[in-house]
């Protein structure tokens, strides 16, 4: 288990450093974006926000019932 964390903690410097190398060499487009890709962009933005709070909701109703459920302990005979 201790191996897992060592490795993850030396994998996200790596990851980071890895991802702003990529970026700084990134080549300028010279690209036409349209009406229908800001369209599109603000599509998938809501959508993504409506998916994380459906996925909010389900977990914070299996936490709200979980501590219910421990709240109503039953008596032992």
Known sequence: MATRHRIARLAE????????????????????????TGSMMLQLLLGGVAGAMVVGKIYFRKVTD???????RQPTA
């Not at 990134?26 to 690209?31: E, G, H, L, R, S």
């Not at 979980?66 to 109503?72: K, M, T």
């Open 13 to 36: 410097p790596l990851a980071l450093g890895t991802i702003l190398w990529t970026a700084s060499g990134a080549a300028p487009a010279f690209a036409y974006l349209d009406p229908g």
């Open 66 to 72: 979980f501590l219910r459920h421990i709240g109503r």
